[in-house]
């Protein structure tokens, strides 16, 4: 279901999303969802922890990298885990407003609990299902990207 949005024009502008997942399986699916959606969307991939955080900053590889409006980040990540790149975006000034949703394997008590202290905005488990992962995705796009009001990018 599509929700109007008053206060967005009809040539709305494509909705910068950032994908922190080391699974080429579930990157593929997550764009392929995606690009299928009513939006226009703008999905950066990083597979690692502190390839995000150089996303996040632009820095070295990543200078001219768009500012994401929204993050979906996976917790078992290489090099840097999710909860410490949940912990350093939402420690930083210029990052902490960008929504995260935590989108994990992770059905843990401990983890559900440790990013909603960290101050993750939704925690999702990654369904194992194709139809259930399609769908999941697609509830993800239509709450954050259709009918939640999300702060604008900083340039």
């Not at 885990?81 to 843990?108: N, Q, W």
């Not at 299902?129 to 009001?149: G, H, M, P």
């Amino acid at each position: 279901m599509t929700v109007p949005r008053p206060d967005i024009p009809e040539a709305r502008r494509t909705m910068e999303i950032l994908l922190i997942e080391d699974n080429p399986a579930d990157v593929r699916l997550t764009q392929e969802v995606f690009g299928r959606g009513n939006l226009r969307c703008r999905i950066s991939v990083t597979e690692d922890g502190e390839a995000a955080l150089e996303f996040l900053r632009r820095s070295g590889r990543y200078a001219a990298a768009p500012r994401p409006d929204l993050i979906l980040l996976d917790l078992n990540l290489p090099r840097k885990d999710g909860l410490e790149v949940l912990t350093e975006i939402k420690s930083d000034a210029e990052l902490r407003s960008t929504p995260v949703v935590v989108l994990t394997s992770s059905a843990a008590e401990t983890d559900v609990a440790s990013c909603y202290d960290l101050h993750a905005n939704c925690y999702v488990v990654k369904p194992g299902d194709y139809t259930d992962f399609v769908a999941a995705i697609r509830e993800i796009e239509a709450f954050w990207l259709q009918l939640a009001r999300l702060p604008r990018a900083a340039a």
